[in-house]
């Protein structure tokens, strides 16, 4: 099940480690040379939440949002600070149909380039250009037209779907608002 509302706490995702990781295997022969294969088309973001949390409320909410989440078993929205935002030439549109389109975000360097689907837009933050009229569903990505010229392109923001990657929450307490934890993982889900 994945939980729409509330997100992650925000407070506590600004401090957080979350990127992407791919999954690539390497083989090389007697002679030293590799073979490798790219597993994933895409990246599959990680992260750990721990240093997110520095005062005793920001435990009580992590806690609490953890509680409320049932650990691993259902998924939430992650604001990644690192990247959640498509700026203008950044936001691109996938045709489904000749009247829905699926969200993604553009990554340039120099000629490289990689397309990332974008699941969870923010609500109220995503403005279209192209002079039609459209709907977003900001549980999926997907656009639709009502009337007027197709999408050209988007900007604004959107949050990754996330799940956590532990079900035991560990914290040991140090001293006051001082904690000690291994580690508080979450991991990117497929939508």
């Given at each position: 099940m994945f939980i729409e509302t509330p997100r992650f706490p925000e407070s506590i995702g600004a401090g957080s480690q979350?990127?992407?990781g791919y999954s690539t295997s390497i083989a090389r022969n007697a002679g030293g040379f590799e073979v490798n294969n790219q597993n994933?088309?895409?990246p599959l973001y990680q992260g750990n939440?721990?240093?997110g949390v520095r005062t005793q409320?920001?435990?009580?909410?992590?806690l609490s949002f953890f509680?409320?989440?049932a650990g691993m078993h259902n998924g939430f929205r992650f604001k990644n600070f690192n990247d959640y935002t498509a700026a203008a030439g950044q936001g691109v549109l996938v045709a489904l149909d000749s009247t829905h389109w699926?969200?993604?975000?553009?990554y340039t360097f120099a000629a490289l380039q990689t397309l990332r689907k974008?699941?969870?837009?923010?609500?109220g933050t995503v403005l279209f250009d192209g002079g039609g009229t459209y709907t977003l569903d900001s549980t999926t990505g997907i656009v639709t037209r009502s009337a007027g010229a197709d999408p050209t392109d988007w900007t604004g923001e959107f949050d990754f779907p996330v799940r956590f990657d532990i079900d035991q929450m560990l914290p040991q307490?140090?001293?006051f608002e001082l904690y000690d934890w291994t580690s508080i993982a979450i991991i990117e889900l497929r939508l």
């Open positions: 979350f990127g992407p994933w088309s895409m939440v721990i240093q409320a920001e435990l009580d909410d992590l509680h409320g989440v699926q969200l993604y975000k553009k974008i699941s969870k837009p923010v609500d307490w140090i001293s």
